[in-house]
């Protein structure tokens, strides 16, 4: 059974802060790890989509790596702003497709 | 591009009433995908189609859960009786293809079962 697990449950950190969530997974047999955002009371924003072959994949300010072996993914946020508050998901698909999500980190930023 | 549209937004039932969810995925996308989320909890799956197809609803409580995917492009969730416990936010998300590719979800809908 695939289990996603997101450490820590919640972060506060000051703006301009860089900083590391992180996302960890039972099987390492997996095609893609994605990384999302959800504000509150809303729906859930596809940030970036690591492939099985990849290592990283950059947007903006942020980095998001994959390292199937140890079981793990983090998604850095460099010069953390404000609107940067969130909760962040991990989920990944594995053989039976479905995309496994962990319970998220809620992140707030403070001005 | 347009988006994974749901509707509708919000929807507050009493308890043993009928609820029925409505999404229109990314067009072309052929994998359609709703998640149930509780307060604090990751989404999870109760069903995905692929075209008009099921290709995963063993997490579907299919005593009171059903869903169509009509001509492989709009979805329907109906729960018939809603409990308590069926609170929670019924997210859609659609992806172009099944593995490997990355998944858009809608703003979701907010059930209330009173």
């Known amino acids: ?111 | 591009e347009a988006g994974v549209a749901q509707s509708p937004r919000y929807k507050i039932i009493e308890k043993r009433q009928s609820v029925a969810f409505w999404c229109n995925p990314i067009s072309g996308h052929a994998t359609l995908y709703w998640y149930q989320q509780i307060l604090g909890q990751g989404p999870k799956l109760l069903i995905q189609f692929q075209n008009n197809g099921v290709v995963d609803d063993s997490q579907l409580p299919k005593d009171r859960f059903s869903a169509e995917r009509l001509k492989g492009v709009d979805s329907t969730l109906k729960i018939q009786p809603a409990k308590l416990e069926d609170s929670a936010v019924y997210l859609c998300a659609s992806s172009l293809d099944r593995q490997g590719t990355e998944a858009f979800f809608g703003q979701g809908t907010r059930l209330t079962v009173v």
Not at chain 1, 2 to 27: K, R, Y
Not at chain 1, 39 to 44: A, H, R, S, T, V
Not at chain 1, 84 to 91: G, I, M, Q, R
């Open chain 1, 1 to 111: 059974k695939q289990e996603v697990t997101q450490i820590p449950a919640a972060l506060s950190v000051p703006e301009g802060e860089n900083l590391v969530l992180n996302c960890s997974f039972t099987d390492s047999a997996i095609y893609n790890l994605q990384w999302f955002r959800q504000d509150p009371g809303k729906g859930l924003t596809s940030l970036l989509l690591i492939q099985s072959s990849q290592r990283e994949q950059t947007s903006g300010r942020l980095n998001a790596s994959l390292d199937k072996s140890s079981g793990r993914s983090t998604l850095y946020i460099a010069a953390s702003q404000p609107g940067d508050s969130a909760t962040y998901l991990c989920a990944g698909p594995w053989r039976s497709e479905k995309l496994v999500f962990g319970k998220g980190t809620k992140l707030t930023v403070n001005p």
